[in-house]
């Protein structure tokens, strides 16, 4: 099959088509053709040697897919051959073919084209683990999203607000700060001119919000403290500003404040599923009626992944960068 191989780390160019041996499934596995690949943010970090496969995955970038099963194997499980599904992968989505665990797949969603649901399996799974279980954002409560028009950013504002939460979102630049709003999100925040603490407070009459899902760390952990309300939760997923904080550990002990995190790709295929699980009977019924609508920023051929790789870096999108396979 052809596939995108890191030829070594680097930049884009070291993303370059190959001819690689068509997956063979291990028990538990389907085996799908792919229509459609997503990019993340990882896959960067993967080509430039700062995010290690975990043992036992594929070395090919791409943590997501859509396309059709056409073997594997399927017992016990409610897929055929010929369904069109979309998964959770921990490697090897940028390929015309890719094996998943059935655990982590789940049908396209009624109504949506391959490449939409192609753009959901990486930034759903890790929102829905990430705000709604880890951070237990819980009914009646705020949210506030870092990196509103992130791919996980839409995510997390288009999920949290068809689920009913007030949501503030902040971005780089005005137009971002709008699509925040479009969104969604009750408030965008452009982090360039306003402060979100202070911001999200005044909004809260002075409580602060309930949980925050934050990509950056480094110094806006401290702010983000400042930012919660008692009891509240800070759930990091990404170090964009850094590893290292400083923070007042006295607010965390007087207001009971909870800081934590998460990595995905390296969980167990069962914890996975776990969340495969929630996402269809919370979040799928809320895509096939149209209440969520998938935001796709550019798509282009597997032979440019490169050129998307670029794109992604130059950091001017606003939800998902796909690539489709011929
Ligand atoms: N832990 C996990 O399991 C997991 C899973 C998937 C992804 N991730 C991480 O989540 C992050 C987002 O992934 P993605 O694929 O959605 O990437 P992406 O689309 O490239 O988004 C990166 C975002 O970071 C925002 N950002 C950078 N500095 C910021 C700051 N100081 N304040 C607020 N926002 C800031 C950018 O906002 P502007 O463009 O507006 O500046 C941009 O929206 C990545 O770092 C990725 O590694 C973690």
Redesign the pocket.
Known sequence: MKAIEITQFGGPEVLQMCERPTPECKVGEMLIKVHAAGV???DV?QRQGNYPVPPGASDLPGLEVAGEIVGGDLSGSDFKLGDQVCALVQGGGYAEYCAAPLAQCLPVPKGLSMIEAASLP??YF?VWSNVFERARLARGETLLV????????VAAIQIATALGHRVFA????ED?RVACETLGAERGIN?RTEKFEEVVRHLTDGCGVDVILD??AGD?LSRELSALADDGRVVV??L??GAKAQIDAGQVLRRRLTITG????PRPVAFKAAIAASLRERVWPLLEQRTIKPVIFKTLPLAQAAQAHTL?EQ?S?IGKIMLTVA
């Open positions: 993340n943010r990882p970090f990486e930034t890790t870092q990196g509103g028009t992130s791919g996980i950013g902040t971005a780089g630049s971002k982090y990509m950056v806006y997923i990404a964009l500003g998460s990595t995905l790709r992604m950091g999108h």
